[in-house]
């Protein structure tokens, strides 16, 4: 049987040469649609934005880095209120069985693609009925976006109503791709306007063939594309939500990268000659948020100690099996501006115990909030809760764990009056660190994202400034000065950045994993 | 037999109404706001959250969605789902076949292996060959299918390469349709070695599948059989001369098989709401993993309508179980 696949591979799909490139991509699950404006899941992301379509700049492969995409360069007014970006010429929307583009890409497609999310009265904004774009408005881009005018065809400018740095890696998001309006407009008179959500077109490496639910994706190769076209001819996502299987469908060829594997499958996948596993630090953090504003954590010195009586080491080597690394910092280190200078806190229960003594606090109890759910960042929040009330304990600390419903727990665990440390992290959206720092211990962010609930003058005033200036180098001095604030100050328990482990078939070469936890397929090839 | 047919459908009526309510006010008594678990990590502004609410029409009081629900379902729109944005009913006729396909085959392959084997236990009862099957149905009926499941694999497919490993069709193969059944599409496509796609890919999660009705449906059998066997018009039938596979199989077996229609009836029922574990591990696109998936997404139109249509397959298997019961036996007609 094994034979026959690989045989029917090679000459399959299509009318394809025998020597065609095929790669299978055992998938976790089904996308929510095809239309990245709407979704906010990385699932969707990898079938729609990542191997179908461009954004005006685009992630460096494998980077959180911005590179020009459809937008060849832009500019940036002194005031930091105006970005004019000069468009590509030339560019080719996707020409399938269901759309034959009769212009290139220009500006009117990119007018399209912001209007449609932030104009309530656009006609495009409800093309898929019950549309909601949660990833436009999450970003602030509605306060923060005042106009987008087209200057001519190929320039396009936008004009802020403050200044934002994190602009243009807001930009590289997946939602922010650049869908065809010559496309819209045809499904809206052909009166199948939900078609946008169901056969995507962009002008990506990739062009969108069929979907079957649950079953398998097919793309095949754009060979208009803009840049050298992929190795790759036909793309086909078999999706398979059991972890095992993939495994075993990998072993078996059926298909050559899987993702998310079982962390206690990872030492057969090593020691597999047919099978690479792939490393890299994911990007996220997993925390335990003290409330700093309840009574004794609202001392720095309580924090540390409480800090230092945690055994870090041990609750990744036990929980992450491989798939986590002990954090100091609230970025991960594969964001730009990480601070690598800043010394952790070092587990030490007898110190521990006499911080909290010469702190005058004695006999304390307090609450652990446990996730219910798993995440990258933690994925068992209960037993990591279980095995810091036995440190706690070690140093004369009751802890006791609570937990919540996930959706109960995100809004509950966002009081100000909220009583014990809670559990939680955090997944990257756009590569930029105010995405981590102002987002989660910004003095705005109090009573809902900051779980700290910690308002600290000179860290938020450093954070808002870096958020201002558009130099990355200087930007990043910023942030790293931040960082030591964070540091000394201790809101948190930074625990753990999960590394992701991504299983290729040794045949297949190029592959990157991406930090932002996506699955691109442009510039990977198959060895013969 | 037409007023049977009459009294059975109006029974349809309250039952209906019930899953309607049942399914309306189980997705919403769960905790957990479908909006927040949306939005996850990342928060939704106090105002973003009314809006939405509005939008997806959370706002509106209780009892105006459930009119709202029972209204569509009355004009055959079952909702659309709040994270596909697809109809519901849409949704499930483009998984139902895949169910269907592998519900049958499964119970299909436990009838065909369970009732001789319950007979031939039944027939030896005590002796070895009765033990040794009795024992192994008590293995497959408590034998958790994520495990069996996985094993099978690992032996048929990784070691031995003798199937494929999950899904439904080879990938070489592009089959969409027409009536959604593989083994029918594939015959129907032309395309060579598509068929052989379509079995290979059938028989372990079949197998898997098939484990738990079939431990049932021998035990069942066997049983049935063993008071049938001791039935005065059975020792008449013996002490006529027949032979005894005529006893056992035209006298006896007829008689036993009621108790096993209705087990095999209620399997067909569970089986065609879907097998979320089998689904799960060999990739096959049903309707059980939507429905689980649905659940935890909080997917409200998507639960309320899918368990509605769940509902009523399963009631018309029953149905049709019952009509089989005045086929076995004219009595149950007239009763």
């Not at chain 1, 590289?172 to 008179?189: C, N, P, Q, W």
């Not at chain 2, 049938?228 to 035209?250: C, E, I, Q, W």
Request: hydrophobic share 45%; proline share 5%; aromatic share 10%.
């Amino acid at each position: 049987m094994k034979k026959i696949i690989a045989l029917s591979l090679g000459a399959m799909l299509m009318g394809s040469a025998a020597s065609a490139a095929n790669l299978v991509y055992c998938s976790e699950g089904s996308p929510e649609g095809f239309d990245p404006a709407l979704y906010t899941s990385g699932t969707t992301f990898d079938a729609s934005a990542r191997n179908v379509m461009n954004g005006l700049v685009e992630f460096t492969h494998g980077e959180t880095t911005v590179e020009p995409g459809l937008a060849e360069s832009w500019e940036v007014s002194d005031d930091g209120l105006e970005y004019t970006f000069k468009l590509r010429k030339g560019v080719k929307f996707h020409t399938t069985d269901f759309f034959t583009p009769t212009r290139d890409f220009n500006a009117d497609d990119v007018i399209f693609t912001f209007e449609r999310q932030g104009k309530t009265d656009s006609p495009y904004h409800q093309m898929t009925p019950g549309a909601s774009y949660e990833y436009y408005n999450s970003m602030s881009l509605p306060d923060l976006i005042k106009s987008i005018e087209k200057v001519d065809d190929y320039t396009v400018k936008f004009v802020l109503n403050r200044p934002d740095a994190p602009m243009i890696a807001n930009l590289a998001m997946a939602f922010a791709s650049i869908g065809s309006k010559e496309y819209a407009d045809k499904l809206i008179e052909a009166g199948t306007p939900e078609l946008f959500n169901q056969q995507p077109i962009g002008t990506g490496p990739f062009k969108f063939v069929g979907y079957q639910k649950d079953a398998v994706i097919r793309y095949v190769r754009n060979d208009d594309y803009w840049q050298e076209p992929a190795a790759i001819e036909n793309l086909i996502f078999a999706i398979t939500p059991d972890a095992s299987v993939r495994f075993q469908k990998l072993k078996a060829g059926e298909c050559q990268v899987m993702a998310y594997p079982n962390p206690a499958d990872l030492e057969a996948m090593k020691s597999d000659p047919n099978i690479n596993v792939m490393t890299k630090e994911g990007l996220n953090v997993g925390y335990l948020a003290y409330n700093t504003k309840q009574p004794p954590f609202d001392k720095p010195e309580v924090r540390k100690a409480l800090n230092q009586a945690i055994d870090k080491q041990a609750i990744v080597d036990g929980i992450f099996q491989g798939a986590g690394a002990v954090a100091k910092n609230p970025i991960p280190p594969t964001m730009w501006s990480y601070n690598d200078a800043i010394v952790d806190d070092v587990y030490d229960p007898e110190a521990a115990k006499a911080a909290l003594e010469a702190a005058g606090v004695k006999d304390l109890s307090m609450k652990i909030w446990a996730m219910p759910v798993q995440r990258p960042y933690n994925p068992n929040a209960r037993r990591m809760a279980e095995m810091m009330q036995a440190d706690l304990a070690k140093v004369g600390v009751k802890a006791e764990i609570v937990s919540y419903e996930w959706g109960e727990y995100l809004e509950r665990s966002k009081a100000e009056d909220r009583d014990g440390a809670v559990l939680l992290g955090w997944t990257g959206d756009n590569g930029d660190p105010d995405n981590f720092l102002a987002v989660l211990l910004g003095c705005d962010g109090v009573g809902d994202a900051n779980r700290a609930q910690w308002c600290n003058e000179e860290f938020d005033g450093i954070i808002k400034q870096a958020k201002e200036i558009s130099d990355q180098d200087e930007r990043a001095k910023l942030y790293e000065q931040a960082q030591v604030i964070f540091k000394e100050q201790a809101p948190w328990n930074t625990i753990a950045h999960s590394v992701v482990n991504e299983p290729i078939s040794s045949k297949v070469q190029g592959y990157k994993i991406d930090p932002f936890g996506g699955h691109v397929f442009y510039g990977v090839s198959l060895a013969e | 037999m037409l007023s049977f047919l009459t009294r059975r459908l109006l029974t349809f009526v309250p039952t209906f109404i019930g899953v309607t309510l049942i399914a309306f006010a189980f997705i919403r008594l769960l905790p957990g706001d479908p909006i927040l678990l949306m939005a996850g990590e990342r928060g939704v502004s106090a105002e973003r959250y009314e809006q939405l609410r509005a939008q997806f029409g959370f706002d509106k009081p209780m009892w105006q969605q459930y009119l709202d629900y029972v209204w569509g379902i009355f004009h055959g729109d079952l909702g659309t789902s709040f994270v596909t944005k697809k109809p519901v009913l849409t949704e499930f006729m483009s998984l139902f076949p895949a169910t269907v396909e592998l519900g049958l085959c499964a119970i299909i392959l436990a009838t065909i292996i369970g009732i001789p084997a319950g007979v031939i236990a039944a027939v030896n009862r005590g002796k070895f060959f009765d033990q040794a099957l009795m024992s192994t149905a008590l293995v497959g009926y408590s034998m958790p299918i994520f495990w069996w499941a996985l094993l099978l694999i690992i032996v048929f497919s990784g070691w031995l390469g003798w199937t494929p490993v999950s899904g439904r069709m080879g990938l070489m193969y592009f089959i969409n349709g027409p009536t959604g059944f593989m083994l029918i599409d594939s015959l129907l496509s032309g395309q060579s070695g598509a068929f052989r796609s379509a079995v290979t890919h059938l028989i372990l999660p079949t197998i898997a599948l098939a484990t738990i009705p079939l431990a049932v449906i021998a035990r069942q059998t066997r049983s049935a059989m063993l008071e049938v066997l001791g039935d005065d018009y059975v020792r008449t039938a013996r002490a006529k001369g027949l032979s005894p596979a005529r006893v056992n199989g035209v006298h006896a077996l007829r008689n036993a098989l009621i108790p096993v229609v209705t087990v095999i009836g209620l399997s067909v029922g569970t089986l065609l709401a879907g097998a979320i574990l089998t689904e799960t591990i060999f990739s096959w696109p049903g309707i059980g993993k939507w429905m689980v998936d649905s659940i935890f997404r909080r997917d409200y139109q998507v639960v309320q309508g899918g368990l509605l249509l769940i509902a009523l397959v399963v009631m018309v298997v029953n149905l049709i179980v019952d009509l089989l019961y005045g086929l076995i036996n004219p009595k149950i007609r007239k009763g």
